[in-house]
């Protein structure tokens, strides 16, 4: 995985976020929780991942070495 994977996902997800097609729908899953719900829900842990992807694959090195000089400059 590269960062540029986690920008596509970044985008997929930003895509996804516009969930038009669960608006009018009253079909409840688990027979208590309506779909958008669990579609967001769903959404939510898949923008969760995508941010531990982004820290583990796209962070810049130059900023951990930055933070990690010695000194006042």
């Not at 669960?22 to 779909?35: A, E, S």
């Not at 967001?40 to 090195?61: E, G, I, K």
Request: glycine residues 6%; charged residues 15%.
């Amino acid at each position: 995985m590269t960062a540029r994977h986690v920008w596509i996902l970044v985008g997929v997800l930003a895509v996804l976020h516009w969930d038009f097609w669960w608006w009018d729908n009253k079909t409840l899953v688990f027979g208590f929780m309506p779909i958008g719900l669990l579609y967001h829900a769903c959404f939510s842990c898949a923008a969760a991942l995508t941010w531990a992807l982004a820290v583990r694959y796209a962070w810049p090195d130059e900023l951990e070495a930055w933070a990690d000089q010695k000194g006042d400059g």
